[in-house]
C-alpha cells in the first residue's frame, strides 16, 4: 500500500473548464513549492505537454484502452510515488466511455486508483439545475468520489451565491471555488486542441491561469481533499522491454522540434530499456546529425511549419537518403505526411521528404478520429504478420495518389477498427521506413521497442561491415 497524494479534476462534458483548472491548479501549487506530477486520461499529446510545462514534471497519461487496468495502477503508482501531489486531468464528461457500461472514461480511471474527483461545472445561464445535474452524478454511480464542486463561467456576486447554496443544500458537498467567466481564452484553440506551447507565450499564460486559480478557488481545501486521499493498493512493477546482449552503441534520433513533438515519454523509455541511445534531432535547423541507426518520427503539426521544412531542403535530402539506405524510421501521423512527396495546405503545396509518391492534403474536418484496432497483413521490421494492436488516431489529412487510385499499395495494417488511410488500410513501406497514421503506446505494443532496437542493431551491423544499404528487415 502507498501514500499518494491524488486527486482528479472532470467535467460534465467537453469544453467544460477542466483543462484551465487543471493548468492552474499545478502552476499555481508548483509556485509554492509543491512537487506535483501531472497526469491526463486518454490518449491526447497536447494537454499533457501543457500539464508537463504547468507542473515543471513530464506528464504521464493514463489509458485504459491501451493499457491494461493493472498497468495503470502500477504506472501511476511508478510516476506519482515520491511527489507531494499527484492530479490527474479527465477528458470528456465524467461517466463518457466507449460503451454502455462506461468503460474507460474518467470515472473508470478514478476508481481504478481510488481518486477523490473535484467537479468542475459549467454554471452558464443555470443556477438550481446545477445541482440536479451534480445530484444525478452523486447518485449514477455512487463508488465514485467525488470530493467536491468548482463552479466555472459565474455570472457575478449573485449568480455565485444562489449556485454555492444550491450545491451545497441539495448535494452535500463543498463548492471549493467559483470561476468568473473570462473574456479571453488564455490559451488559444485550433483544429486539435489547444495551441501547442512550442508556437505561443506559455509561461505568461500559465501563471495568469494560476493567478486565476489563487485568487477564486480555495487550494489549500482543495489540497487537503487529495492529501487524505486512501491508501493505494499497487499490483506490481512497471514491465518495461528487456535489454539484449550486444546491442550497446545503438542510437536512435527522435525528432523533437515545433513540427514533430507527439511521443508519449513512454516510448521513448521502452526504447531507451531496450537498449537504444536516445539523440533528439531536429527537422527545422541545419544542425549536423550524429552517426544513427534508427529514427523515429512522431505526430505533431507538420501543416504549420510546412514553409520552414520545405525551405530545409537539405534534412529532407538526408531522410531520403536514410530511408534509400534502409535505415528503420518509425513514422505516426504527422511523421508520415513529411515523408510523403508534399503537404497541400492553405492552398499551397510545399515540397516534403518524398520517400511515400503521396500528396499529403489537410481538410476542414477530422479524417480519423477515435481508438483504432489494427491487425498486421503484411512483413516489416517493426510487428510480425498476423499480430493485433491497439492504437489511436487523430488527424486532419489524408493522402492522397498524384494519379489518383488507392493511396496504399500492399499496406502493411488491416484496420479492424479506425480509418487509417481509407479502406481500412494503414501502414505504409518503404525499405525499412514505416510509416501510419495509427499512434501506439508502448503498453499496448510490447513488441514494439525491442523490434525497433534490433532493427537498428541490424542497420548498424551493416554500417560496420561497410555495407552502403542494409537489407530489407522483416519479421514472419
Not at 101 to 112: I, N, Q
Not at 160 to 169: D, H
Not at 349 to 375: D, I
Request: with cysteine; glycine share 10%; net charge neutral.
Amino acid at each position: 500500500m502507498l501514500n499518494i497524494p491524488r486527486l482528479t479534476v472532470a467535467g460534465l462534458r467537453g469544453g467544460s473548464g477542466k483543462t484551465i483548472l487543471s493548468l492552474g491548479l499545478a502552476k499555481y501549487w508548483s509556485q509554492a513549492g509543491w512537487n506535483v506530477r501531472p497526469f491526463k486520461k486518454g490518449p491526447d499529446y497536447i494537454d499533457a505537454v501543457w500539464l508537463g510545462k504547468a507542473a515543471g514534471h513530464t506528464a504521464t497519461n493514463l489509458d485504459p484502452f491501451l493499457m491494461s487496468e493493472d498497468q495503470i495502477r502500477s504506472l501511476f503508482a511508478h510516476r506519482a510515488n515520491g511527489y507531494a501531489l499527484s492530479l490527474i486531468e479527465g477528458n470528456r464528461g465524467l461517466f463518457d466511455g466507449k460503451d454502455l457500461d462506461g468503460s474507460c472514461s474518467t470515472a473508470h480511471v478514478a476508481r481504478l486508483l481510488d481518486c477523490p474527483i473535484i467537479l468542475i461545472v459549467d454554471c452558464t445561464k443555470m443556477t438550481r439545475t446545477a445541482a440536479a445535474l451534480v445530484r444525478g452524478c452523486l447518485d449514477f454511480e455512487p463508488d465514485v468520489r467525488i470530493a467536491g464542486v468548482v463552479l466555472n463561467n459565474t455570472a457575478g456576486a449573485r449568480h455565485r451565491s444562489i449556485l454555492r447554496q444550491c450545491i451545497e443544500a441539495y448535494c452535500g458537498l463543498p463548492v471549493l471555488g467559483t470561476l468568473p467567466r473570462l473574456q479571453n481564452n488564455p490559451i488559444p484553440e485550433r483544429h486539435m486542441g489547444l495551441i501547442s506551447d512550442r508556437e505561443f507565450a506559455s509561461e505568461q499564460a500559465l501563471e495568469s491561469i494560476a493567478n486565476t486559480v489563487g485568487d477564486w478557488l480555495d487550494t489549500e481545501a482543495i489540497r487537503e481533499i487529495a492529501i487524505h486521499a486512501p491508501q493505494l493498493a499497487v499490483p506490481g512493477p512497471v514491465h518495461w522491454p528487456e535489454r539484449h546482449k550486444g546491442l550497446s552503441g545503438v542510437r536512435i534520433g527522435v525528432v523533437k522540434d515545433a513540427c514533430i513533438w507527439f511521443y508519449y515519454p513512454e516510448n521513448i523509455e521502452a526504447l531507451s530499456r531496450a537498449g537504444a541511445e536516445i539523440k533528439e534531432i531536429s527537422l527545422l535547423t541545419d544542425d549536423p546529425w550524429p552517426e544513427l541507426h534508427g529514427l523515429y518520427l512522431g505526430g505533431g503539426f507538420p501543416e504549420t511549419q510546412a514553409v520552414d521544412l520545405a525551405a530545409n531542403r537539405s534534412v529532407r535530402e538526408r531522410v531520403y537518403q536514410l530511408s534509400g539506405q534502409g535505415l528503420p524510421i518509425y513514422a505516426e501521423c504527422g511523421g508520415l505526411m513529411y515523408l510523403c512527396l508534399s503537404l497541400h495546405s492553405l492552398g499551397t503545396r510545399h515540397p516534403m521528404v518524398g520517400v511515400f509518391p503521396l500528396q499529403a492534403e489537410l481538410s476542414r474536418k477530422p479524417q480519423g478520429h477515435g481508438y483504432t484496432l489494427s491487425r498486421v497483413t503484411g512483413k516489416n521490421p517493426f510487428y510480425p504478420v498476423g499480430y493485433e494492436f491497439y492504437g489511436h488516431e487523430f488527424h486532419y489529412s489524408r493522402c492522397l495518389s498524384p494519379h489518383g487510385g488507392s493511396c496504399a499499395r500492399n499496406p502493411c495494417l488491416h484496420m479492424v477498427r479506425g480509418t487509417g488511410l481509407g479502406q481500412a488500410q494503414d501502414g505504409l513501406l518503404f525499405k525499412n521506413t514505416f510509416a501510419c497514421y495509427t499512434h501506439v503506446h508502448t503498453f499496448s505494443v510490447p513488441v514494439w521497442a525491442e523490434n525497433f532496437v534490433q532493427a537498428a542493431a541490424r542497420y548498424r551491423q551493416c554500417i560496420e561491415n561497410g555495407l552502403d544499404v542494409c537489407a530489407d528487415i522483416r519479421l514472419d
